[in-house]
């Protein structure tokens, strides 16, 4: 991993040169959650100007960087990330509490992100991830391998979203994915099994086969359901 960072941002400063002003590894690469199967490499790049000619002389970079199976890169200006904080409000107290600064000074640390629209952003983020999640079911073929596959695909983000509607609640946001989901099942009073079996398998510490399946999926769907539900009603009721 280390090697590919370092390849990164070289590439990046010789593409873009004096216009690059930060390179930013944030999620789970920078805590010990990451798991490098399922895991991805998230990056933000802090750039002077993003028009059509810088974001020209990135583009080989960034196609090279998703050859290499990561998520695409996340440009943006200072002024950008300054304006657009309150609508990103996720995503960037996400990036303050877990990031590693590869190139440019920590802006992170003293970045302020409004928490007017937050509550909003988590609960809209919430239902139409539910709405996905049931629409990944209505399509998948019916078989195991396809359901599981959801549920792993999924399971991060709804984590994530877990961590903030905790906070959006008045809560202290957890460290962990599994702190997440067990703050969130206390809360609804929901079932946890499913997700922590994904998270187990997520993390090679259970195998495929020692999973039911189809009663997984039908826990986690109920899960999401019911913390989708509570945390609407408790934000309805602020």
Not at 27 to 49: M, R, Y
Not at 59 to 87: H, I, Y
Not at 181 to 210: M, Q, W, Y
Request: aromatic letters at 6%.
């Amino acid at each position: 991993m280390e090697a590919r960072l370092h390849e990164l941002v070289e590439r990046l400063k010789t593409a873009a040169a004096d216009d690059l002003k930060a390179v930013v590894l944030y999620g789970s690469a920078v805590t010990g959650e990451f798991v490098a199967k399922h895991s991805d490499l998230n990056i933000l790049c802090v750039v002077g100007h993003a028009g059509a000619i810088e974001l020209e002389r990135l583009g080989p970079v960034a196609e090279w960087w998703r050859r290499q199976g990561n998520a695409g890169l996340l440009v943006f200006t200072f002024d950008e990330l300054r304006r657009s904080a309150d609508v990103f409000a996720i995503e960037l107290l996400d990036m303050k509490q877990r990031h590693r600064m590869l190139f440019g000074q920590d802006f992170l640390e003293s970045f302020e992100v409004p928490l007017r629209l937050h509550r909003l952003q988590v609960e809209r983020e919430l239902r139409t991830n539910w709405v996905r999640l049931r629409q990944a079911v209505l399509s998948a073929p019916q078989k195991e391998k396809s359901h599981l596959a959801i549920m792993v695909a999924s399971s991060s983000a709804f984590c994530s979203l877990f961590r903030h509607a905790l906070v959006a609640v008045g809560q202290a946001m957890p460290s962990s994915k599994r702190d997440a989901v067990d703050g969130v099942a206390t809360l609804a009073g929901a079932n946890p099994s499913a997700f922590h079996s994904i998270l187990d398998l997520r993390e090679g510490k259970r195998r495929e086969k020692d999973i039911d399946i189809e009663a997984a999926l039908q826990i986690y769907l109920e899960f999401v359901e019911v913390v989708a539900n509570e945390v609407d009603r408790r934000l309805d009721a602020t």
